[in-house]
């Protein structure tokens, strides 16, 4: 559609060369710079031109009050303020034909050049689309292969969260476990140290009691000999 368009502007403007007077197509073609220094210097030309003819008029005008026909005197002062004048306004309107004309061939240069770099300038263009949708697919691959990294970055400490958990409260447990045997072995021991001193203060009370017996039959003993009684065995008679 834009080449369409260009196309038609070359067209256009082609038609409006056409439109140009005969005279100006046949003219050969001319240097643009001096063209465009010519249009200039009429056109400083003519502002020279009027401001002296306004000048000239301006001195004529009092000097015909001197003389003896006035009015006809101010008229021919008029009118060649007029001739100047109007050579002065020709002047300007051939320096803006020819400002138009430089104007018009550098339009059509630049439609020309464009119809001419239209095809050049698609395959450009769509070089440039296709770069862009290749750079954009590889950022949105790289996007997502990022995303795809940090998903699975998230669920690889997620999962070493859990194990680190599980395994801890593993631990926990194992710990647990192994104090509670203690725990258990602690009090076994103590209570068997408890009856083994039981058992030992019971076979000392015993052996006290025995010792304290025989303490106390010795005693009888010897006190029944200092008494000259027999003892309880001695006294018996055999076959009583």
Same mark, same amino acid.
């Given at each position: %559609?834009?080449?369409?368009?260009?196309?038609?502007?070359?067209?256009?403007?082609?038609?409006?060369?056409?439109?140009?007077?005969?005279?100006?197509?046949?003219?050969?073609?001319?240097?643009?710079?001096?063209?465009?220094?010519?249009?200039?210097? %009429?056109?400083?030309?003519?502002?020279?031109?009027?401001?002296?003819?306004?000048?000239?008029?301006?001195?004529?005008?009092?000097?015909?009050? &001197? $003389?003896?026909?006035? +009015?006809?005197?101010?008229?021919?002062?008029?009118?060649?303020?007029?001739?100047?004048?109007?050579?002065?306004?020709? %002047?300007?309107?051939?320096?803006?034909?020819?400002?138009?004309?430089?104007? +018009?061939?550098?339009?059509?240069?630049?439609?020309?050049?464009?119809?001419?770099?239209?095809?050049?300038?698609?395959?450009?263009?769509?070089? &440039?689309?296709?770069?862009?949708?290749?750079? +954009?697919?590889?950022?949105?691959?790289?996007?997502?292969?990022?995303?795809?990294?940090?998903?699975?970055?998230? &669920?690889?400490?997620?999962?070493?969260?859990?194990?680190?958990?599980?395994?801890?409260?593993?631990?926990?447990?194992?710990?647990?476990?192994?104090?509670?045997?203690?725990?258990?072995?602690?009090?076994?021991?103590?209570?068997?140290?408890?009856?083994?001193?039981?058992?030992?203060?019971? $076979?000392?009370?015993?052996?006290?009691?025995?010792?304290?017996?025989?303490?106390?039959?010795?005693?009888?003993?010897?006190?029944?000999?200092?008494?000259?009684?027999?003892?309880?065995?001695?006294?018996?008679?055999?076959?009583?």
């Amino acid at each position: %559609m834009r080449l369409r368009h260009l196309t038609l502007a070359a067209c256009l403007s082609s038609l409006c060369l056409a439109a140009l007077p005969a005279a100006a197509e046949e003219a050969p073609v001319a240097d643009p710079a001096a063209e465009i220094a010519r249009a200039k210097g %009429m056109k400083e030309e003519a502002a020279t031109l009027r401001k002296a003819a306004e000048a000239r008029f301006a001195e004529e005008e009092i000097a015909c009050y &001197q $003389r003896f026909l006035v +009015n006809r005197c101010i008229d021919q002062a008029r009118a060649k303020r007029v001739a100047d004048v109007r050579k002065a306004r020709e %002047m300007d309107v051939e320096a803006g034909r020819i400002e138009l004309a430089e104007k +018009n061939r550098r339009y059509a240069e630049r439609q020309a050049e464009a119809v001419e770099l239209a095809p050049q300038k698609a395959v450009e263009r769509s070089e &440039q689309e296709a770069r862009a949708r290749a750079d +954009n697919e590889s950022r949105l691959r790289q996007l997502s292969d990022k995303e795809t990294a940090r998903v699975q970055r998230e &669920q690889e400490g997620k999962a070493r969260a859990v194990q680190e958990v599980a395994e801890r409260k593993r631990k926990d447990a194992a710990d647990a476990t192994r104090r509670a045997a203690e725990a258990r072995a602690a009090a076994v021991r103590a209570e068997q140290t408890r009856e083994g001193k039981a058992d030992y203060e019971e $076979r000392a009370r015993k052996a006290a009691e025995k010792k304290a017996e025989k303490a106390e039959k010795a005693r009888q003993s010897e006190q029944d000999k200092r008494s000259g009684k027999p003892s309880g065995d001695a006294g018996l008679l055999p076959g009583k």
